[in-house]
């Protein structure tokens, strides 16, 4: 395991705040914040909006018809953090690679992080997720790396430059279960991530920029 305490939290999204590029032009992140059975205390999940890489565009997967075996899974979690680095944890760590039938590569699409006009950033393109899960109070189930109060790394987890902690079934995401029974899904990556990656979560040998397969480039 190389993604420090990589697991899923099931709690129940309260509000959100989203940084824009005139608060933080460097490395803005929405904060979505939310609560579990666990404790009556409000945890948050740094979710990345901009890569402080050259190419800073992040590669957004929107999926509001979700369906995956995971779900059942997911269903029967109690509410809190789970550790998935265990042999004997409930479920699998999820790769976006690897795990059959969880994301269509292709499908997704490469946005900036906040520019003027409407529908074309991943802001615009995150808040009607995010804010049908809050008012229609859904469960989420957040992938990603826990920091005690919180969690971060809600993003794809592989295939970055050797600096950046790379693994393989170690990949975030933020999925959400509505009262009518439907899931919702949502999946980034950083557009300068590279694929196929090895056993290690490195990008091998002739792998291409997210951006480049996309055609973002």
Request: charged letters at 20%; zero cysteines; glycine letters at 8%.
């Amino acid at each position: 395991m190389t993604i420090p305490n990589y697991g899923v939290w099931a709690a129940q999204p309260t509000h959100y705040t989203a940084q824009t590029e005139k608060q933080d032009p460097k490395s803005p992140h929405i904060y979505l914040y939310f609560r579990d059975d666990t404790s009556s205390r409000q945890h948050q999940a740094a979710i990345n909006v901009k890569s402080t890489d050259k190419d800073t565009r992040l590669v957004f997967w929107l999926n509001r018809d979700f369906s995956h075996p995971i779900t059942q899974s997911l269903s029967d979690l109690d509410g809190g953090f789970t550790l998935l680095n265990t042999d004997n944890a409930p479920l699998q760590g999820l790769d976006f690679i690897r795990t059959e039938g969880l994301v269509d590569i292709n499908a997704g699409k490469v946005l900036p992080h906040d520019i003027p006009g409407p529908n074309n950033d991943i802001l615009d393109s995150l808040d009607p997720i995010l804010s049908d899960a809050i008012s229609e109070k859904a469960r989420m189930y957040i992938f990603g790396s826990s920091y005690g109060t919180g969690i971060h790394d809600v993003h794809m987890n592989q295939g970055s430059l050797p600096r950046f902690e790379n693994g393989v079934y170690e990949d975030g995401a933020l999925l959400f279960e509505f009262g009518d029974g439907h899931w919702e899904a949502v999946f980034l990556a950083f557009a300068s991530q590279r694929i196929p990656t090895d056993d290690n979560g490195e990008a091998v040998q002739g792998s291409q920029e997210l951006a480049v397969i996309l055609g973002g480039d």
